[in-house]
């Protein structure tokens, strides 16, 4: 077995995992809805193409070799042995009857879940969301090595090294963080004017706006495009072919612009891995919570901050064509950043988004550590909600059935966006050491920023873990208070606390 | 072997081929061209996975079972099997050295093809075109059955069953009277008045009439949708979502509104093919003559009619918004039938067009059959367009350079151009014994035109030959008179010769 030869192998995977995206950016971006059966079987069998390979004999071979001639391969190899046999194993560790059993029940919750949202009755959903839980429960000792319970077990799968130790502290010190701030808030905070962000800007005029800015901010679009999607999403294809997505409401330009500014941040990423990885698994983010950390970067970290609205604001009342003429500067841009408590998740604001995470964290851990009872989800779920952000939702369907992800059994992915801001913040906290980015935003200058990014973080693709990652970027591991200093210093400053 | 094992066989090769359609289809309408090459791999390797299945011990087993149990096979199992075991046997016709020596030599071909065009000069392809003929009539050998000709076998290779003295006989009469109507014109006709036709109409106005044109002509956009592009095409990625593609120019609407009507005849076809045969390779057209047939009946045989436009022609006006609401009904009907020699095949009138064909079509047999050299292809080529269309090239590109077929080994595909266009003049005639065409046209009734063509036609996907098919729809064999007829009428009525 010669490096080649491995590689060649890596290569055909990735030529059908770049059909795969494809096959799945179409069918979200244009596809015939009658299409849809036909397309499905279509991924199914290039999916089951990529699996054969992914856990071939061949590349069983290969990594039986280069187990005792990791001298032969050069760095390339070396990044790629190590990722294929992660894969490898954790593709291997369940029996197939087991893996047979997992999907069907997947896809029977999913239907569950969309019949319980109809219905708005969460009693429609648990009985399948049982099974989804104990098929889990039983996967997990094949996965599990020396993960200190079973909760770990399914962090480690979204983000390599994560511990339920480190998210309960971590969790802890933010909760208590944002709740402080939401206090402050009430008591001597002054509400920003909202009242002028329903003004209709256009399809049109909002994505003249962002499609510059994105493209000012170092996404290519000469290496990607950008749609029109119902659930906005950023996926590569290839990486000269990295193609963000999004929804428009002319009478809330925040949605799209700021939704593209997210993806954008995911597809600059996407684009700036270092080449010498493409056509292996290298070329990925080691985990959603780093992905994340990349999009929340420039949607809530660069997109939150005065310096780079005073650049822009004039920029886009130009691109608006005269509807927020009469909005000064100030106004605009604290009507950004007003806050309040919401039920729903995808659209809550930044000050209040982590609380929503939190709460699943901790719904989450008791139910695979501590045994809270499918049955009791739903109040457990309120009451949290009451307790946390002071509102109760009315019925399970703005409660505890508003996210997909339980239906698909993807239990221990939601601290991801979490991190992802966390790991934000503390990367601007670096980035502000050696550069002067209040300064660069003024100006408009942001490509320092983007070559630090792709310096600490988007050239080594998965070579690096997570905790390696931001540990070499930001000197320290994972610290929730850069993001609370954060927070703390724009919402004071937008709601006028020491004003 | 069990029927349904080969059926299985052939769902697979389906979903290859509805993945290769999907990359084709999005490198041609927003690809980023960055990613040109990646995207060429993923094809090929895919290319490969479908060859591989066609050409299978599987399929082979399964052909020599059936050849003697053709009894335990379905309807729809028969229909597959046939066709199955053509496309097997071609693949399997040459031996591969040949083959991809033939690759190779299109591939430089193409390229000296490119700079030839960009030199104006011929001399710069001979050489290429040469190997590329060379290599053609070793090939011949290799798939030659009874066919009179080495040309013959070209020619049976795009439309089965089709010889060079059918076509002989046809073109010759075709040619005829072409020429004798274009006399007449010249000497009797009065010039439409074309004058207003480079009238702005935006992209939108003339998208949102013929999307809903041809959306009423039969084009189902719950199974399909329109994209720009450079070069148009239609393809079907499956039965419920086939894609057509147009381009646009504002200051020229026929562009876009035939060319959107040209495509959807395609569309409507691949939409309309039974249901059965879905998944198989018989889902298909039987040739390109008779997919033509289908674009050009409803682009040119109804596009061209008096009575179709007296009722389109108030609903363009109301989309043109304006524009043309001074131009009266006659003249412009008229000047959609304005017709002039010219030196370029796809800007051709639907006058002239044949006779674009026929030259080319009379050079390759030449080549082919008479040993015609290669180095006297221009002058060949030029005195043809001077003595069929009294117009000389004044230099390559506009001449023997124009068309990329030859470039790519594409030689016998031209005659079903033409073909496809006598076939739909052939099939209006018999739609006129059944349906009173002209009242439909001038209600707006297009479905039961849409119905003749699907049963006789559509439906039968490759299961009948194309002269099956044209003798069961109209009862006799290719026979150029109808279009003659057709185009005699349509001049002489827009050249206003008997008014």
């Given at each position: 077995m010669k490096e080649k030869e491995f590689l060649t192998e890596l290569e055909e995977l990735a030529l059908l995992n770049q059909t795969l995206a494809l096959l799945d950016w179409d069918s979200q971006t244009g596809m015939p809805e009658t299409a849809a059966e036909e397309r499905g079987a279509a991924s199914g069998y290039l999916s089951g193409l990529a699996f054969e390979k992914q856990t071939s004999s061949k590349i069983k071979e290969a990594l039986d070799y280069f187990d005792h001639h990791a001298d032969e391969l050069s760095e390339v190899g070396k990044a790629a042995y190590h990722v294929v046999k992660k894969d490898y194993d954790e593709l291997h560790a369940i029996p197939k009857e087991l893996m047979v059993e997992r999907s069907r029940l997947y896809s029977e919750a999913h239907s569950a879940w969309l019949k319980a949202r109809e219905t708005k009755n969460f009693a429609d959903f648990e009985q399948a969301l049982a099974e989804n839980i104990r098929i889990t429960k039983e996967l997990i000792p094949y996965y599990k090595k020396d993960e200190a319970t079973d909760y770990d077990v399914l962090l480690n799968m979204f983000e390599p090294g994560m511990t339920t130790a480190v998210l309960d502290a971590v969790f802890a010190e933010l909760k208590e963080g944002l709740v402080k701030i939401r206090q402050v808030i009430a008591e001597k905070g002054s509400q920003p004017d909202i009242s002028f962000k329903d003004r209709k800007m256009t399809k049109n005029q909002q994505k003249y706006f962002v499609k510059n800015l994105v493209a000012e901010l170092g996404f290519d679009f000469n290496r990607g495009r950008l749609d029109d999607t119902v659930h906005p999403f950023a996926t590569r294809i290839t990486r000269n072919d990295v193609r963000i997505t999004t929804r428009w409401n002319e009478q809330d330009f925040t949605m799209g612009i700021f939704g593209v500014i997210h993806e954008s941040g995911h597809g600059i990423y996407e684009q700036s891995i270092?080449?010498?990885?493409?056509?292996?698994?290298?070329?990925?983010?080691?985990?959603m919570g780093i992905h994340e950390s990349q999009s929340l970067f420039y949607e809530i970290i660069i997109g939150s901050k005065r310096s780079f609205w005073k650049k822009q604001y004039p920029v886009f009342q130009a691109a608006a064509n005269g509807t927020f003429d009469d909005i000064d500067f100030e106004t605009f841009y604290r009507s950004l950043k007003a806050t309040a408590a919401s039920l729903i998740r995808i659209e809550a604001d930044s000050l209040t988004y982590p609380l929503h995470i939190i709460i699943r964290y901790e719904l989450e851990k008791a139910l695979f550590n501590d045994d809270l009872a499918v049955a009791d989800l739903p109040k457990a779920w309120n009451d949290k909600y009451e307790e946390y952000l002071g509102i109760r939702p009315e019925n399970d369907l703005v409660g505890v059935l508003q996210d997909v992800h339980w239906s698909g059994?993807?239990?221990?992915?939601?601290p991801s966006y979490a991190l992802g801001y966390m790991y934000a913040a503390q990367l601007l906290h670096s980035i502000e050491k050696n550069l002067a980015v209040d300064t660069l935003l003024e100006q408009g200058d942001y490509a320092p920023i983007k070559a630090w990014l792709t310096e600490h973080i988007h050239q080594f693709g998965r070579s690096k873990t997570p905790s390696e990652l931001i540990e070499a970027a930001t000197g320290e591991t994972l610290n929730p208070q850069y993001l609370l200093t954060y927070l703390t210093d724009l919402y004071e400053d937008v709601y006028q606390i020491k004003g």
């Open positions: 270092a080449e010498k990885y493409n056509m292996t698994p290298v070329y990925d983010a080691p985990s059994g993807m239990f221990g992915y939601f």
